[in-house]
């Protein structure tokens, strides 16, 4: 009796696996793809594309046999196709041969791209089908389509001589960008995007007019959000211990990783800005905004935004911030930094902040700390708005003129600006037609 068991459920395995290894060539049946079209990001000219990927179904009753998967174009357009585990060998027409979907089945093809340079200064379509031939004859494709921008490229630059760039086409950055000591890099009306922790090292001059700094990744985490929306894309500028009149304007630094700006500590010089930053924006940094050691530096206009440390760190040395915005309301992490602090940790020579704005999440994002009670501790803050308890100490001659604000106002962090979207991380800081805060701020 038990052989008689064991023979029938034999021939019951035997009959299942017969039914899953039946294929068909009916030019009937089809294949069903997760997408027509698979659209990718843009991708620099000779970089590499994030990996992409669909799937490909059998819903029919009976396995199917492909006979090929090629791009239709072979190799001239640099994509990278693997169906299944197997890659299209480009060297030998781009294609791979006697793939088996069985029935009820699927299987996931992962696709990457790196387009040439064409020399162009606009983006331009990259596209190409990836064909499916079946064993019936049956032939279906999927098109895939990208858009690449030819850009320049720097590795690991080191500047010698003073240069001028003024470019149209954009400029990717790997490894530091190193301006050596005595020599001005001048950037005009140019994007320079930042390879993951490449920054710029600074011991000559740095001066920057209408220029965007910011990581190199144009794809998106999630369909709703670019990288550009996330911190952490590259290092930021780095100024050290002999540099001086540096020169920002019209320039916008964001998403930087340990730091936006940091500015060395050297022998201070009340007669020299090490720093002007004139109408610039530091936003979205997983570090500090900007951090100054001993520095002289200004701030004229400028709005500092939304960072896991502090927006604006001052130990030490003269800063003057002037009509500027801020804004402490980095989204990643509750533990962020203040949006202002200052302290004595080196002698503060003069601290003067005025008609502007310093507010954010936290009921206190105004730190100053006197580290050394006998060291110079010099600052003073007019008309502009504080999100800080109120001084009551003697103190109060360093604040004139100050909106107080607090979290029980009715407007208050957010509310003063024009949009704070903190699903989609999108911010716009110039003000509300409700806000208490007009007049002040760099908007």
């Given amino acids: 009796m038990k052989r008689i068991f064991y023979f029938l ?23 069903t793809f997760g997408t027509d079209t698979l659209k990718m990001d843009t991708v620099f000219s000779r970089s590499s594309s994030s990996t992409y990927s669909f799937w490909v179904y059998n819903h029919n009753t009976e396995g199917l046999r492909i006979s090929s998967v090629r791009l239709s174009k072979g190799n001239q357009t640099g994509f990278r196709v693997n169906v299944d585990g197997s890659y299209l060998d480009n060297s030998n027409g781009s294609l791979v041969n006697d793939l088996e979907i069985r029935r009820k089945d699927s299987i996931l093809v992962f696709v990457e791209l790196t387009p040439s340079d064409a020399r162009q200064l606009e983006p331009r379509l990259v596209e190409d089908d990836l064909v499916f031939s079946l064993e019936s004859g049956t032939v279906q494709k999927v098109n895939l389509r990208s ?25 990717i950055v790997f490894g530091p960008l190193t301006i050596a000591s005595g020599v001005t890099l001048t950037l005009k009306n140019t994007t320079l995007y930042f390879h993951d922790q490449s920054g710029i090292d600074v011991y000559g001059t740095l001066v920057a007019d209408s220029c965007l700094l910011r990581g190199d990744r144009l794809d998106r985490m999630f369909s709703y ?17 002999n540099s001086t009149k540096n020169k920002l304007t019209d320039t916008e630094i964001r998403n930087s990783g340990a730091y936006g700006i940091l500015c060395d500590s050297a022998a201070f010089d009340a007669s020299e800005l090490r720093l002007d930053l004139l109408r610039c924006i530091i936003h979205n940094g997983e570090g500090t905004g900007l951090s100054c050691r001993n520095a002289n530096v200004r701030l004229h206009a400028c709005q500092i935004s939304n960072m896991a440390g502090d927006c604006v760190a001052i130990e030490g040395g003269q800063a003057q911030i002037h009509r500027c915005t801020l804004a402490q309301f980095y989204p990643f992490d509750a533990n962020r930094g203040a949006a202002l602090l200052f302290s004595n940790t080196l002698p503060l020579q003069n601290l003067l902040c005025d008609s502007s704005i310093i507010t954010g999440y936290d009921s206190d994002v105004v730190m100053g700390i006197q580290s050394d009670t006998a060291q110079v501790f010099e600052y003073r803050f007019m008309h502009s708005l504080l999100r800080t308890p109120r001084v009551e100490t003697a103190d109060t001659v360093r604040f004139s003129d100050i909106i107080w604000e607090s979290p029980k106002d009715s407007i208050q962090g957010t509310r003063h600006f024009h949009l704070i979207d903190e699903e989609n991380f999108i911010y716009d800081f110039h003000l509300d037609s409700l806000s208490t805060a007009k007049g002040l701020g760099c908007y």
């Fill in 9 to 31: 459920l034999l021939l019951s395995a035997l009959m299942a696996c017969e039914d899953d290894d039946n294929f068909s060539s009916s030019g009937g049946l089809m294949l």
């Fill in 147 to 171: 858009w690449a921008w030819d850009a320049e490229r720097w590795d690991h630059l080191t500047l010698q001589r003073d240069t001028t760039i003024s470019s149209a086409r954009p400029i």
């Fill in 225 to 241: 959000l670019p990288y550009d929306r996330i911190s952490g894309q590259w290092g930021g500028i780095h100024f050290f211990e």
